[in-house]
């Protein structure tokens, strides 16, 4: 399954550059131009993670990080917060509410990627492909084996996912 990104962002060319660098990696690109956009998009799809813009019209960016961590279904969505502002005391507040990693504009594809990995491997070992190892089983995302030590069991995915989630 593809992993899903929701991009917050009122600016037409950066949510472009942003949704392009996106597929080229082969995730899923949602794209919204508001917070308030972005909410009536999360009851049709919950994302892997959140780009979301810091000045936006309407909600804020911080606004909007502040209304996730509060919906129990949504809060451990990790958001990477877009900024043009360097500050040391906006990242402090941005944290504060719950971002999970910052990208400065203007910044490149590469770099966004790169951080967006960061993020999901930290957030979710199951969406960096990597194998799970745990009392003697070992669960590997990508062919859904686990291998026990009297061998190897094959799982339905969504098994799978139930073990892997436990
Ligand atoms: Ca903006």
């Given at each position: 399954?593809?992993?899903?990104?929701?991009?917050?962002?009122?600016?037409?060319?950066?949510?472009?550059?942003?949704?392009?660098?996106?597929?080229?990696?082969?995730?899923?690109?949602?794209?919204?131009?508001?917070?308030?956009?972005?909410?009536?998009?999360?009851?049709?799809?919950?994302?892997?993670?959140?780009?979301?813009?810091?000045?936006?019209?309407?909600?804020?960016?911080?606004?909007?990080?502040?209304?996730?961590?509060?919906?129990?279904?949504?809060?451990?969505?990790?958001?990477?917060?877009?900024?043009?502002?360097?500050?040391?005391?906006?990242?402090?507040?941005?944290?504060?509410?719950?971002?999970?990693?910052?990208?400065?504009?203007?910044?490149?594809?590469?770099?966004?990627?790169?951080?967006?990995?960061?993020?999901?491997r930290?957030?979710s070992p199951m969406a960096a492909d990597e194998v799970v190892?745990?009392?003697?089983?070992?669960?590997?995302p990508?062919?859904?084996?686990?291998?026990?030590?009297?061998?190897?069991?094959?799982?339905?995915?969504?098994?799978?996912?139930?073990?892997?989630?436990?």
């Amino acid at each position: 399954m593809a992993v899903k990104v929701l991009i917050i962002e009122d600016e037409a060319a950066i949510r472009d550059m942003v949704a392009l660098a996106l597929a080229r990696e082969g995730y899923e690109a949602h794209q919204a131009e508001s917070g308030e956009e972005g909410f009536s998009l999360l009851n049709e799809v919950v994302p892997d993670l959140i780009l979301l813009d810091w000045m936006l019209p309407g909600m804020s960016g911080v606004d909007f990080a502040k209304r996730i961590k509060k919906d129990p279904l949504c809060r451990d969505i990790p958001i990477i917060m877009l900024t043009a502002r360097g500050e040391e005391e906006d990242k402090v507040r941005g944290l504060s509410v719950g971002a999970d990693d910052f990208v400065t504009k203007p910044f490149s594809p590469r770099e966004l990627i790169a951080r967006i990995k960061a993020v999901l491997r930290r957030a979710s070992p199951m969406a960096a492909d990597e194998v799970v190892e745990v009392d003697g089983l070992a669960l590997d995302p990508v062919s859904h084996r686990v291998r026990a030590e009297e061998g190897s069991l094959d799982l339905g995915p969504t098994e799978f996912k139930l073990l892997h989630f436990l």
